[in-house]
Protein backbone atom coordinates (compact mmCIF):
# COMPACT_ATOMS: atom_id res chain seq x y z
CA UNK A 1 0.00 0.00 0.00
CA UNK A 2 2.50 2.63 0.81
CA UNK A 3 5.03 1.48 -2.31
CA UNK A 4 1.91 2.07 -4.17
CA UNK A 5 1.67 5.59 -2.27
CA UNK A 6 5.61 6.71 -3.27
CA UNK A 7 5.18 5.40 -6.81
CA UNK A 8 2.08 7.97 -7.06
CA UNK A 9 3.67 10.87 -5.26
CA UNK A 10 7.59 9.81 -7.29
CA UNK A 11 4.74 10.25 -10.53
CA UNK A 12 3.11 13.40 -10.27
CA UNK A 13 6.90 14.99 -9.09
CA UNK A 14 7.98 13.81 -12.44
CA UNK A 15 4.90 13.67 -14.99
CA UNK A 16 6.40 16.14 -16.89
CA UNK A 17 9.63 15.52 -17.20
CA UNK A 18 11.80 14.06 -19.27
CA UNK A 19 12.81 11.50 -20.25
CA UNK A 20 9.41 10.34 -18.60
CA UNK A 21 7.10 12.24 -20.63
CA UNK A 22 8.63 11.31 -23.61
CA UNK A 23 8.38 7.00 -22.59
CA UNK A 24 4.36 7.95 -22.10
CA UNK A 25 3.99 9.72 -25.07
CA UNK A 26 5.72 6.34 -26.89
CA UNK A 27 4.49 3.26 -24.91
CA UNK A 28 1.58 4.90 -23.22
CA UNK A 29 2.69 4.06 -20.13
CA UNK A 30 4.76 6.56 -17.21
CA UNK A 31 7.78 4.82 -16.18
CA UNK A 32 7.74 3.49 -12.23
CA UNK A 33 11.52 2.43 -12.64
CA UNK A 34 13.39 4.65 -14.65
CA UNK A 35 16.42 3.26 -14.50
CA UNK A 36 15.26 0.13 -16.66
CA UNK A 37 13.99 2.65 -19.76
CA UNK A 38 17.50 3.93 -19.20
CA UNK A 39 19.38 1.01 -20.47
CA UNK A 40 16.99 -0.20 -22.87
CA UNK A 41 17.97 2.83 -24.76
CA UNK A 42 21.97 1.85 -23.65
CA UNK A 43 23.67 0.12 -26.89
CA UNK A 44 26.56 -2.12 -25.71
CA UNK A 45 29.39 0.57 -27.53
CA UNK A 46 28.12 3.00 -24.84
CA UNK A 47 28.07 0.01 -21.75
CA UNK A 48 28.26 1.59 -18.18
CA UNK A 49 29.50 -0.38 -15.38
CA UNK A 50 27.00 -0.52 -12.31
CA UNK A 51 28.22 0.12 -8.63
CA UNK A 52 29.24 -4.02 -8.73
CA UNK A 53 31.58 -2.89 -11.71
CA UNK A 54 28.90 -5.34 -14.00
CA UNK A 55 28.56 -3.53 -17.69
CA UNK A 56 24.93 -2.45 -17.74
CA UNK A 57 23.34 -2.33 -21.75
CA UNK A 58 20.17 -3.42 -23.67
CA UNK A 59 21.11 -6.94 -24.76
CA UNK A 60 19.67 -8.73 -21.96
CA UNK A 61 16.40 -6.85 -22.03
CA UNK A 62 16.40 -7.13 -25.56
CA UNK A 63 16.36 -10.79 -25.42
CA UNK A 64 13.72 -10.18 -23.41
CA UNK A 65 11.52 -8.09 -25.64
CA UNK A 66 12.18 -10.48 -28.14
CA UNK A 67 10.47 -13.47 -26.47
CA UNK A 68 7.96 -11.17 -25.74
CA UNK A 69 7.17 -9.66 -28.87
CA UNK A 70 7.40 -13.32 -30.65
CA UNK A 71 4.83 -14.52 -27.92
CA UNK A 72 2.57 -10.99 -28.46
CA UNK A 73 1.98 -10.71 -32.25
CA UNK A 74 2.09 -14.80 -32.48
CA UNK A 75 -1.47 -13.96 -30.42
CA UNK A 76 -2.39 -11.31 -32.22
CA UNK A 77 -2.10 -12.78 -34.87
CA UNK A 78 -3.47 -16.34 -34.12
CA UNK A 79 -6.98 -14.09 -33.15
CA UNK A 80 -6.99 -11.78 -36.24
CA UNK A 81 -6.06 -14.87 -38.93
CA UNK A 82 -8.34 -17.55 -37.01
CA UNK A 83 -8.72 -19.61 -40.75
CA UNK A 84 -5.77 -19.84 -41.54
CA UNK A 85 -2.83 -22.69 -40.76
CA UNK A 86 0.19 -22.79 -38.64
CA UNK A 87 2.60 -21.83 -41.70
CA UNK A 88 0.66 -18.94 -42.61
CA UNK A 89 0.86 -17.51 -39.13
CA UNK A 90 4.74 -18.04 -38.68
CA UNK A 91 4.96 -16.51 -42.23
CA UNK A 92 3.04 -13.30 -41.10
CA UNK A 93 4.75 -13.45 -37.68
CA UNK A 94 7.97 -13.05 -39.19
CA UNK A 95 7.00 -10.49 -41.40
CA UNK A 96 6.19 -8.30 -38.16
CA UNK A 97 9.10 -9.33 -36.24
CA UNK A 98 11.66 -8.37 -38.78
CA UNK A 99 14.91 -6.59 -38.24
CA UNK A 100 13.83 -4.19 -40.80
CA UNK A 101 10.26 -3.36 -39.89
CA UNK A 102 11.33 -3.33 -36.09
CA UNK A 103 13.83 -0.31 -37.54
CA UNK A 104 11.37 1.58 -39.44
CA UNK A 105 8.93 1.93 -36.82
CA UNK A 106 11.32 2.31 -33.93
CA UNK A 107 12.27 5.35 -36.06
CA UNK A 108 8.61 6.22 -36.65
CA UNK A 109 8.36 6.65 -32.56
CA UNK A 110 11.80 8.78 -32.27
CA UNK A 111 13.87 6.24 -30.81
CA UNK A 112 16.77 7.35 -32.61
CA UNK A 113 16.27 10.49 -30.63
CA UNK A 114 16.96 8.19 -27.02
CA UNK A 115 19.54 5.66 -28.10
CA UNK A 116 22.81 5.77 -26.49
CA UNK A 117 25.82 4.89 -28.78
CA UNK A 118 29.35 5.50 -29.36
CA UNK A 119 29.68 7.82 -32.69
CA UNK A 120 32.16 5.38 -33.96
CA UNK A 121 29.13 2.78 -34.69
CA UNK A 122 27.35 3.20 -37.74
CA UNK A 123 23.58 2.87 -38.07
CA UNK A 124 24.09 1.98 -41.69
CA UNK A 125 22.63 -1.21 -42.20
CA UNK A 126 22.72 -1.31 -38.96
CA UNK A 127 19.52 -2.38 -36.48
CA UNK A 128 20.28 -0.43 -33.30
CA UNK A 129 17.06 1.31 -33.02
CA UNK A 130 14.72 -2.15 -33.99
CA UNK A 131 17.14 -3.53 -31.16
CA UNK A 132 16.35 -0.66 -29.06
CA UNK A 133 12.64 -0.94 -29.84
CA UNK A 134 12.71 -4.68 -28.56
CA UNK A 135 14.86 -3.78 -25.27
CA UNK A 136 12.06 -1.26 -24.48
CA UNK A 137 9.27 -3.90 -24.68
CA UNK A 138 11.39 -6.15 -22.42
CA UNK A 139 11.43 -2.83 -20.06
CA UNK A 140 7.22 -2.44 -20.26
CA UNK A 141 7.07 -5.71 -19.35
CA UNK A 142 9.29 -5.41 -16.48
CA UNK A 143 8.19 -2.38 -15.40
CA UNK A 144 3.90 -2.70 -16.07
CA UNK A 145 3.84 -6.48 -16.77
CA UNK A 146 2.82 -8.60 -19.18
CA UNK A 147 -0.86 -6.43 -20.20
CA UNK A 148 0.75 -3.15 -20.50
CA UNK A 149 3.20 -5.28 -23.22
CA UNK A 150 0.31 -6.57 -24.62
CA UNK A 151 -1.19 -2.92 -25.28
CA UNK A 152 1.87 -1.53 -26.22
CA UNK A 153 2.69 -3.59 -28.89
CA UNK A 154 -1.00 -4.44 -30.08
CA UNK A 155 -2.22 -0.76 -29.63
CA UNK A 156 0.21 0.99 -30.88
CA UNK A 157 3.41 -0.90 -32.65
CA UNK A 158 0.52 -3.09 -34.60
CA UNK A 159 -2.26 -0.65 -34.90
CA UNK A 160 -0.68 2.48 -35.61
CA UNK A 161 2.40 1.11 -38.07
CA UNK A 162 1.46 -2.24 -39.74
CA UNK A 163 -1.51 -3.28 -41.49
CA UNK A 164 -1.71 -7.06 -40.63
CA UNK A 165 -3.81 -8.05 -44.01
CA UNK A 166 -1.33 -6.37 -46.36
CA UNK A 167 1.50 -7.53 -44.50
CA UNK A 168 0.38 -10.79 -44.50
CA UNK A 169 0.01 -11.09 -48.29
CA UNK A 170 3.80 -9.62 -49.17
CA UNK A 171 5.93 -12.28 -50.35
CA UNK A 172 8.96 -12.43 -47.99
CA UNK A 173 11.68 -14.43 -49.98
CA UNK A 174 14.25 -15.35 -47.64
CA UNK A 175 15.96 -17.61 -50.45
CA UNK A 176 16.71 -14.54 -52.55
CA UNK A 177 18.28 -12.18 -49.83
CA UNK A 178 20.90 -15.11 -48.37
CA UNK A 179 21.85 -15.61 -52.11
CA UNK A 180 22.47 -12.09 -52.13
CA UNK A 181 24.13 -11.83 -48.91
CA UNK A 182 26.47 -14.33 -50.55
CA UNK A 183 27.03 -13.03 -53.81
CA UNK A 184 28.03 -9.98 -52.04
CA UNK A 185 30.35 -11.60 -49.45
CA UNK A 186 32.04 -13.52 -52.20
CA UNK A 187 31.00 -16.60 -50.56
CA UNK A 188 28.92 -19.40 -52.27
CA UNK A 189 25.50 -20.72 -50.74
CA UNK A 190 24.39 -23.66 -51.84
CA UNK A 191 20.68 -25.40 -51.78
CA UNK A 192 20.07 -29.34 -52.36
CA UNK A 193 17.15 -31.44 -51.56
CA UNK A 194 18.39 -34.30 -49.04
CA UNK A 195 15.11 -36.19 -48.38
CA UNK A 196 12.46 -36.08 -49.37
CA UNK A 197 9.02 -38.41 -47.99
CA UNK A 198 5.43 -38.41 -47.62
CA UNK A 199 3.43 -37.53 -44.74
CA UNK A 200 0.72 -39.66 -42.66
CA UNK A 201 -1.60 -38.43 -45.70
CA UNK A 202 0.62 -39.27 -48.25
CA UNK A 203 1.59 -36.10 -48.94
CA UNK A 204 5.14 -35.23 -50.76
CA UNK A 205 7.65 -33.12 -48.12
CA UNK A 206 10.99 -31.91 -49.14
CA UNK A 207 14.14 -31.14 -46.50
CA UNK A 208 16.75 -29.07 -47.86
CA UNK A 209 19.74 -28.45 -46.97
CA UNK A 210 22.27 -25.46 -47.32
CA UNK A 211 25.67 -25.28 -47.40
CA UNK A 212 28.35 -22.74 -46.97
CA UNK A 213 31.30 -22.49 -49.12
CA UNK A 214 30.91 -26.34 -49.79
CA UNK A 215 30.96 -27.60 -46.46
CA UNK A 216 29.02 -25.75 -43.50
CA UNK A 217 25.49 -26.67 -42.96
CA UNK A 218 24.03 -22.98 -42.23
CA UNK A 219 20.55 -24.50 -42.15
CA UNK A 220 17.51 -27.46 -42.84
CA UNK A 221 13.85 -26.26 -44.01
CA UNK A 222 11.38 -28.89 -44.83
CA UNK A 223 8.09 -28.00 -46.54
CA UNK A 224 5.72 -29.55 -48.80
CA UNK A 225 7.29 -28.15 -51.98
CA UNK A 226 10.69 -27.56 -52.43
CA UNK A 227 10.49 -23.66 -52.97
CA UNK A 228 8.82 -23.97 -49.34
CA UNK A 229 12.19 -26.19 -48.13
CA UNK A 230 14.12 -23.46 -49.70
CA UNK A 231 12.45 -20.47 -48.22
CA UNK A 232 12.38 -22.31 -44.63
CA UNK A 233 15.83 -23.77 -44.84
CA UNK A 234 16.81 -20.02 -45.68
CA UNK A 235 15.06 -18.23 -43.25
CA UNK A 236 16.87 -20.33 -40.42
CA UNK A 237 20.08 -19.75 -42.61
CA UNK A 238 19.24 -15.80 -42.00
CA UNK A 239 18.36 -16.35 -38.49
CA UNK A 240 21.52 -18.19 -37.25
CA UNK A 241 23.51 -15.06 -38.98
CA UNK A 242 21.91 -12.72 -37.27
CA UNK A 243 21.73 -14.42 -34.25
CA UNK A 244 24.69 -17.12 -33.36
CA UNK A 245 27.83 -15.23 -32.00
CA UNK A 246 29.95 -18.41 -33.10
CA UNK A 247 28.49 -19.04 -36.36
CA UNK A 248 28.93 -14.94 -36.90
CA UNK A 249 32.91 -15.48 -36.57
CA UNK A 250 33.39 -18.61 -38.22
CA UNK A 251 31.51 -16.92 -41.33
CA UNK A 252 34.42 -13.82 -40.29
CA UNK A 253 37.80 -16.18 -40.18
CA UNK A 254 36.29 -17.87 -44.19
CA UNK A 255 35.83 -14.49 -45.21
CA UNK A 256 39.36 -13.26 -43.37
CA UNK A 257 41.14 -16.47 -45.16
CA UNK A 258 39.67 -15.43 -48.15
CA UNK A 259 40.44 -11.69 -48.20
CA UNK A 260 44.11 -12.86 -47.33
CA UNK A 261 44.25 -15.36 -50.21
CA UNK A 262 43.15 -12.82 -53.00
CA UNK A 263 45.79 -10.59 -51.20
CA UNK A 264 48.79 -12.86 -51.68
CA UNK A 265 47.47 -13.60 -55.13
CA UNK A 266 47.34 -10.14 -55.62
CA UNK A 267 51.14 -9.27 -54.45
CA UNK A 268 52.52 -12.21 -56.24
CA UNK A 269 51.38 -10.34 -59.44
CA UNK A 270 52.16 -7.21 -58.95
CA UNK A 271 55.87 -8.43 -57.98
CA UNK A 272 55.88 -10.47 -61.18
CA UNK A 273 56.73 -13.34 -59.48
CA UNK A 274 55.17 -16.15 -60.49
CA UNK A 275 54.97 -19.45 -58.04
CA UNK A 276 56.07 -22.63 -59.54
CA UNK A 277 53.71 -25.04 -59.52
CA UNK A 278 53.08 -28.46 -60.80
CA UNK A 279 51.13 -30.00 -63.38
CA UNK A 280 48.87 -31.77 -60.62
CA UNK A 281 48.41 -28.31 -58.80
CA UNK A 282 47.68 -26.72 -62.35
CA UNK A 283 45.07 -29.33 -63.00
CA UNK A 284 43.62 -28.65 -59.53
CA UNK A 285 43.59 -24.96 -59.89
CA UNK A 286 41.46 -25.18 -63.29
CA UNK A 287 39.28 -27.99 -61.75
CA UNK A 288 38.11 -25.01 -58.82
CA UNK A 289 37.72 -22.41 -61.41
CA UNK A 290 35.57 -24.39 -63.26
CA UNK A 291 33.56 -25.12 -59.78
CA UNK A 292 33.48 -21.58 -59.18
CA UNK A 293 32.08 -21.08 -62.33
CA UNK A 294 29.64 -23.53 -61.61
CA UNK A 295 28.71 -22.07 -58.36
CA UNK A 296 28.35 -18.63 -60.06
CA UNK A 297 26.22 -20.00 -62.51
CA UNK A 298 24.04 -22.04 -60.17
CA UNK A 299 23.37 -19.01 -57.99
CA UNK A 300 22.24 -17.06 -61.30
CA UNK A 301 20.00 -19.34 -61.88
CA UNK A 302 18.48 -19.87 -58.47
CA UNK A 303 17.88 -16.31 -58.01
CA UNK A 304 16.92 -16.21 -61.50
CA UNK A 305 13.86 -18.83 -60.81
CA UNK A 306 13.24 -17.12 -57.38
CA UNK A 307 12.39 -14.09 -58.90
CA UNK A 308 9.88 -15.65 -61.26
Do not use: C
Amino acid sequence: MLSQLYKKIRLLKNKGKEPYLSIYKITGYYPDDIKIYEQAFLHRSSSVEDENGKSLNNERLEFLGDAILDAIVADIVYVHFPNKKEGYLTNTRSKIVKRETLNHIALELGLDKMVKYATKVSTHNNYIYGNALEALIGAVYLDHGYSAAFDFISKIIISKYIDLDNIAKKEMNFKSHLIEWGQKNKLSVDFSIIESFNDNDGNPVFQTSIILEGEIQMGIGIGYTKKESHQNAAQMALKKLRTDKEFQQLVNDIKKKKKEARAAENSSEVNGSEPVVSDEQSAQTEIQTEELEQENTSLQTQQESVEK
